[in-house]
């Protein structure tokens, strides 16, 4: 009787620790990313409310305070968290990548995901237009990353699907998005998509969905787009407007990124290159003149001014797109932490204004719509992502055939200025590996 109970339990344990490995690790994962996800954005909007504050108690502020904490974020990301620079996309591409993951200790330590954290607060606290979106991707893949700790013979696929599991929970966290973070795993981060990963990618995106639902409410990112009037006869001129004018305007600002020698004057070059701090204080000094010039609405990642416009609750100038992505190359320059998915889809919502006051008779909420997911694939170059983002994030499921027509034409025309911005961006972190 003894040896029947006992070879019970061991059946029975068996059976928990099969579970364990198969399940239980990966919803452990998917949770922390949740949660962690949710108490960023979180510390992220703290941050942004104590800059409004001091910017609005002294307009001239940010002109000794952009500069300053610019220089710093460069200083601690270069001295104390290398792999922690930009928007941590390129960094996840990189390691999905190489064959034997050898860049995940040094691009998805914990080390590189608390300097994500506390330096890209810092640079908006400092005013910079920078978003946490792409952060969180890179937060999301380093805590997958150190799930692998728990199992015990991990092999470089199952890390590389731990990865892209929450790398791709990541987004979807952070945008309340989940189709979204499906296929950003799916067009962004892998370029294929093996039947194995799929399971591992949803079910981490589910439980992380989860957690941002229990603390965040169910919600979308930009509220319910409203359109009144017949938009039928209008919507063809809107999509080619829309899809021309921000491919241009994303292509400009991935040319303006990844062509810096041929813009950037010779001496900004040499101090870029030599004194990275100092070029930080110039490149935070450009922000703050152009945000007090524009009356403090380049500051920050734009969710509000996007929003506003959306609902009808804001004016912008017609500068503001041109403000702000003169802003946004002046934030990613230095190498500060940060991402640029919010900025992104904030200066297509400028866009949209734009056209708007030259064409008059087109909705202005449809304009906005389509030229946010116009100039975020332009920029990303994955129009199916992008459109994915906009439609879940203003719920704008009846324009679904117009935001992906203008998705692909910003996307093309982006194209014939600069590669795939991200993919670019990711040749230095192979190039240090090889």
């Given at each position: 009787?003894?040896?029947l ?16 490995l ?18 960023y ?35 601690l ?15 996840v591409?990189a ?14 330590s ?38 692998r700790?728990w ?21 979807a966290?952070?945008?309340?998005t ?33 957690v941002?639902?229990?603390m ?13 009037g ?10 080619l ?49 152009i ?16 929003n ?8 912008l ?40 006051m ?62 795939p911005?991200?993919?670019?961006l ?9």
């Amino acid at each position: 009787m003894t040896a029947l109970f006992s070879r019970l339990i061991h059946k029975n344990l068996r059976h928990i620790r099969r579970f364990w490995l198969h399940y239980g690790i990966l919803w452990v994962g998917a949770i922390v990313t949740g949660l962690i996800a949710v108490l960023y954005a979180r510390l992220i909007d703290a941050g942004f409310h104590l800059f409004r504050w001091m910017q609005s108690s002294y307009f001239w502020l940010p002109l000794l305070l952009t500069p300053t904490l610019s220089a710093l974020a460069v200083y601690l990301t270069r001295r104390f968290f290398p792999g922690a620079e930009g928007s941590g996309i390129p960094q996840v591409i990189a390691v999905l990548e190489d064959e034997t993951a050898g860049r995940a200790p040094q691009l998805l330590s914990l080390r590189v995901m608390v300097g994500k954290i506390v330096l890209s607060t810092l640079g908006v606290v400092g005013g910079l237009t920078i978003g946490r979106e792409g952060p969180t991707v890179q937060i999301g893949a380093v805590l997958m990353y150190y799930m692998r700790r728990w199992f015990p013979r991990p092999s470089v696929m199952m890390e590389k699907r731990l990865i892209l599991a929450g790398a791709a929970a990541g987004l979807a966290a952070a945008f309340n998005t989940p189709l979204a973070g499906i296929v950003f795993a799916i067009e962004e981060l892998s370029r294929s998509f093996e039947q194995r990963a799929s399971g591992v990618v949803i079910t981490t995106i589910v439980f992380a969905g989860v957690v941002a639902l229990g603390m965040n409410g169910n919600y979308t990112y930009f509220g319910i787009l409203r359109m009144s009037g017949d938009i039928s006869r209008s919507i063809v001129i809107a999509v080619l407007a829309a899809g021309v004018v921000s491919g241009i305007a994303g292509g400009i600002f991935c040319w303006l990124l990844l062509n810096t020698h041929r813009w950037i004057p010779a001496p900004l070059r040499h101090l870029r290159a030599n004194r990275p701090v100092v070029f930080a204080a110039l490149c935070g000094l450009l922000v703050a003149v152009i945000g007090v010039i524009a009356g403090g609405v380049t500051f920050g990642s734009g969710y509000a001014e996007a929003n506003g416009l959306l609902s009808g609750t804001a004016q912008l100038s017609g500068w503001y797109p041109l403000l702000k992505m003169a802003s946004m190359v002046g934030s990613y320059l230095p190498g500060i932490p940060g991402g640029i998915f919010a900025p992104s889809l904030s200066i297509g919502a400028g866009l949209g204004n734009l056209l708007h006051m030259l064409s008059g008779d087109i909705s202005l909420p449809l304009l906005i719509a389509l030229a946010m997911v116009g100039y975020l694939a332009a920029v990303t170059q994955s129009p199916i992502t992008a459109f994915v983002i906009v439609m879940e994030m203003i719920d704008g499921h009846a324009l679904v055939i117009s935001l992906m027509a203008t998705a692909l034409i910003a996307s093309q025309i982006s194209r014939l200025f600069a590669p795939p911005l991200y993919d670019a961006l990711a040749e230095r972190y192979r190039r240090a590996q090889a």
